[in-house]
């Protein structure tokens, strides 16, 4: 027998050693997993409401991707982009049919969310203008240049002067949006919900104004939809809720269900030919494997209707926890299964500590919001799980220590 957790504390050990330390100490060493559930190399075992981050879409081990992506690593991996692929060009012209994006539209893939921030930024420079707006809170990722457009200065500023012309305005204010966007601008960039921020929802009336504002400028609106994509929020795509068509979409966490996989959607003739031949491009981005991997992910939401659950889900969620009428709680924000739940006062780190000890993963995503961003395929019983221990810990999480 071995003690309890002697196998995880040896491997962070080890990890201390050896891994780079930007992202602090790992919680937990994870060693497989089922649906919305994973175990530990101890064998404990929790429930998975953080999906990798928005990113396992399928939860874990789900069949369908199991079986496409050994399908494909026995037939090609990768080919290089002196070549494509089937899966490339099926998994293109899906994303383009459920982006319902008008003819003359196309699609360059690549490995990460900030690959596909920057292949948006290389064409918004393409329209000969160097200005953008992007907003207060926003989060592009960590290269430099969707750094530049990422608002937290803890972030940034170690790494200035990173590229000219990036103005932040204040998330969600549509006069101070109107004000800035001028002949200069070469594009708005927006989340349609702010992840990283703390799961900050735009009122389809602001992405609607950033519409107009784009267009009547000769701006370009670039929606970045690493985190919302794919079906996080209820339909294919954020945008759809917001009545809006954008310039470009940037997609890829939820995309491969895990499979590093990125993609820069371009709408319309005009705004795709702004990236040509030797302007762009990537190694690895659309590869066959990966590809697979989208179409996967992409069926199965479709077969298993996972967007209405993700409403329905999101929807029960939000009523099961304000039902509870506890006082540290005091909203549920978000959209689909995208979910921050807010406290009344910065507790979301001592939640998320005692939630993982009872065997919940969920994430501070700021310190006063617990954010769920669940496998699309968690049930409601599973949630409900969350929502009974959620009074528990947010009463030992808000008990001051004795002092004696
Ligand atoms: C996570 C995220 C990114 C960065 O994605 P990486 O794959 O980590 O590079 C960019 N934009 C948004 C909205 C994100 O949530």
Redesign the pocket.
Same mark, same amino acid.
């Given at each position: 027998m071995t003690e309890p957790l002697q196998a995880s504390a040896a491997w962070l050990e080890r990890y201390d050693r050896s891994l780079l330390g930007v992202f602090g100490r790992p919680q937990l060493v994870l060693e497989h997993g089922n649906g919305a559930w994973v175990w530990d190399v101890d064998g404990r075992r929790f429930l998975d409401l953080v999906g990798g981050?928005?990113v396992n879409a399928l939860g874990h081990n789900h069949p369908a991707l199991v079986a496409a992506v050994s399908k494909q690593a026995g037939q090609l991996v990768h080919v290089s982009n002196f070549f494509t692929s089937v899966p490339q060009v099926e998994l293109a012209e899906r994303l383009l049919s459920l982006a319902a994006a008008p003819e003359g539209s196309a699609v360059f893939f690549c490995?990460? *969310? #900030? &690959?596909? =921030?920057e292949a948006g930024i290389k064409l918004a420079r393409r329209t000969g203008r160097t200005g953008i707006l992007a907003a207060e809170g #926003?989060?592009?990722?960590?290269?430099t240049g969707?750094l530049a457009l990422?608002h937290k200065p803890a972030y940034r500023e170690p790494f200035e002067p990173l590229i000219p012309g990036v103005t932040h305005v204040p998330w969600g204010d549509a006069d101070a949006l109107r004000a800035a966007v001028t002949e200069e601008t070469s594009a708005v960039v927006l &989340?349609p919900v702010? *992840? %990283?921020a703390g799961v900050r929802r735009g009122d389809p009336a602001y992405l609607q104004v950033a519409r107009e504002v784009t267009a009547a400028a000769g701006a370009l609106l670039l929606l970045? %939809? =690493?985190?919302?994509g794919v079906g996080r929020t209820g339909s294919w795509f954020a945008f759809q809720q917001a009545g809006v068509v954008p310039d470009a979409v940037?997609l #890829?966490?939820g995309l491969g269900g895990g499979v590093?996989i *990125?993609a820069l959607v371009t709408f319309g003739p005009q705004v795709s030919r702004l990236l040509g031949p030797g302007q762009h491009g990537s190694t690895f981005g659309g590869n066959p494997l990966a590809c697979a991997a989208g179409l996967a992910v992409l069926d199965t939401i479709d077969a298993e209707g996972l967007l209405e659950h993700a409403r329905q889900a999101g929807e029960h969620l939000e009523r099961r926890v304000l039902g509870l009428g506890h006082p540290e709680v005091t909203g549920v924000r978000g959209a689909g299964l995208l979910r921050a739940i807010t406290l009344a006062g910065d507790h979301a780190p001592a939640v998320v500590a005692l939630a993982r000890d009872a065997g919940f993963l969920v994430n501070a995503v700021a310190p006063d919001a617990v954010r769920l961003a669940p496998p699309l395929v968690v049930t409601t019983e599973q949630l409900d799980l969350f929502v009974d221990a959620l009074p528990g810990l947010l009463d030992a999480a808000t008990t001051p220590e004795d002092p004696s």
């Amino acid at each position: 027998m071995t003690e309890p957790l002697q196998a995880s504390a040896a491997w962070l050990e080890r990890y201390d050693r050896s891994l780079l330390g930007v992202f602090g100490r790992p919680q937990l060493v994870l060693e497989h997993g089922n649906g919305a559930w994973v175990w530990d190399v101890d064998g404990r075992r929790f429930l998975d409401l953080v999906g990798g981050i928005a990113v396992n879409a399928l939860g874990h081990n789900h069949p369908a991707l199991v079986a496409a992506v050994s399908k494909q690593a026995g037939q090609l991996v990768h080919v290089s982009n002196f070549f494509t692929s089937v899966p490339q060009v099926e998994l293109a012209e899906r994303l383009l049919s459920l982006a319902a994006a008008p003819e003359g539209s196309a699609v360059f893939f690549c490995n990460s *969310g #900030a &690959e596909a =921030v920057e292949a948006g930024i290389k064409l918004a420079r393409r329209t000969g203008r160097t200005g953008i707006l992007a907003a207060e809170g #926003a989060f592009h990722g960590r290269t430099t240049g969707a750094l530049a457009l990422t608002h937290k200065p803890a972030y940034r500023e170690p790494f200035e002067p990173l590229i000219p012309g990036v103005t932040h305005v204040p998330w969600g204010d549509a006069d101070a949006l109107r004000a800035a966007v001028t002949e200069e601008t070469s594009a708005v960039v927006l &989340e349609p919900v702010q *992840g %990283e921020a703390g799961v900050r929802r735009g009122d389809p009336a602001y992405l609607q104004v950033a519409r107009e504002v784009t267009a009547a400028a000769g701006a370009l609106l670039l929606l970045d %939809e =690493v985190q919302t994509g794919v079906g996080r929020t209820g339909s294919w795509f954020a945008f759809q809720q917001a009545g809006v068509v954008p310039d470009a979409v940037t997609l #890829a966490k939820g995309l491969g269900g895990g499979v590093p996989i *990125g993609a820069l959607v371009t709408f319309g003739p005009q705004v795709s030919r702004l990236l040509g031949p030797g302007q762009h491009g990537s190694t690895f981005g659309g590869n066959p494997l990966a590809c697979a991997a989208g179409l996967a992910v992409l069926d199965t939401i479709d077969a298993e209707g996972l967007l209405e659950h993700a409403r329905q889900a999101g929807e029960h969620l939000e009523r099961r926890v304000l039902g509870l009428g506890h006082p540290e709680v005091t909203g549920v924000r978000g959209a689909g299964l995208l979910r921050a739940i807010t406290l009344a006062g910065d507790h979301a780190p001592a939640v998320v500590a005692l939630a993982r000890d009872a065997g919940f993963l969920v994430n501070a995503v700021a310190p006063d919001a617990v954010r769920l961003a669940p496998p699309l395929v968690v049930t409601t019983e599973q949630l409900d799980l969350f929502v009974d221990a959620l009074p528990g810990l947010l009463d030992a999480a808000t008990t001051p220590e004795d002092p004696s």
